[in-house]
């Protein structure tokens, strides 16, 4: 069976760092090492990152490089954000929750990985992602937490 193709958003890294989600996070990690899962970040992931503190920002140089797919910012991501936003799926506040999804959606992933509960782990908003997905052609996503892949 091939690995899982999973995209990663920035709280997955942070949650590396952070009490509350750190065991499932690296949990997460090891399986990437093992090479069980393909970990799909995006230009927008890194972007985050250089808010971040340095040893959040260092733990991507520690995975094997071919366990990470890069995808990249583009027009059509952009667009698919934009559309998320026009159907009130998350508020403009959220601007880059719905690009992560964007991103996701395009690069066809098995499905996001997300600490964030409010806006992208919650029932409500992944039915209106893929209401939009659906209406565009893109393909259904699913969003889990690191612990139910892990």
């Known amino acids: 069976m091939p690995p899982l193709r999973l995209y990663a958003d920035t709280s997955v890294i942070g949650g590396c760092f952070d009490q509350e989600f750190v065991e499932a996070s690296l ?14 970040i995006s230009e927008l992931l890194i972007e985050e990152l250089e808010q971040a503190p340095t040893v959040v ?3 991507l ?16 991501s952009e667009a698919l954000r934009d559309e998320y936003l026009a159907a009130h799926v998350v508020g ?23 600490w964030n509960f409010k ?19 893109y393909p259904l996503i699913d969003i889990r937490t690191p612990k139910e892949v892990g």
């Open 119 to 137: 806006h992208l782990v919650h029932l409500e908003k992944i039915r209106g992602f893929n209401s939009v997905n659906l209406r565009l052609g």
């Open 92 to 114: 403009p506040a959220s601007n880059y929750d719905a690009h992560h999804v964007a991103l996701a959606s395009m690069a066809r992933v098995d499905s996001i990985v997300s």
């Open 27 to 40: 949990a997460l990690m090891v399986r990437v090492r093992e090479g069980d899962i393909i970990l799909v």
């Open 57 to 59: 920002q260092t733990l």
């Open 61 to 76: 140089t520690e995975l094997p490089t071919d366990q990470i797919e890069h995808v990249m910012i583009s027009d059509e």
